[in-house]
């Protein structure tokens, strides 16, 4: 595996493991990005997350709603980047049981 500075690390993916966190990725950034480089970074992150055992969840997070995008589409761009079907989509699930939680995932955390 080619080294990039993708922010995460064995450090942290083992810190987020005992601490029972979850890694966020942002699809509308991973779709503005024109020369691929965050794709890149956001598989790098992705192996280390599943070497691990770190859960990874894949949120559209867009600023305009134009900009939002289907479910499926989430699920096909995490499959693409090396996640496993059932895991993008128990990751989606994660996000609509968040969303029903009035906003709120853990002590300090919110949506």
């Known amino acids: 595996m080619h080294q990039r500075n993708a922010g995460l690390n064995s450090v942290l993916c083992r810190i987020a493991k ?7 990725i942002s699809c509308s950034a ?8 965050m794709m890149g970074r956001a598989m790098q992150n ?5 070497k691990y055992n770190v859960p990874v969840i894949l949120a559209s997070l867009a600023d305009n709603p134009f900009k939002m995008r289907a479910p499926k589409d989430i ?25 029903d939680c009035a906003n709120y995932l853990k002590k300090g955390v919110f949506l």
């Open 75 to 99: 699920i096909s761009l995490g499959v693409f980047l090396g996640i496993k079907p059932e895991d993008a989509k128990r990751g989606m699930r994660i996000i609509t049981d968040c969303a």
């Open 30 to 37: 991973l779709i503005r990005d024109e020369k691929g480089r």
């Open 46 to 50: 992705i192996m280390l997350c599943q």
């Open 18 to 24: 005992e601490k029972g966190a979850k890694i966020g």
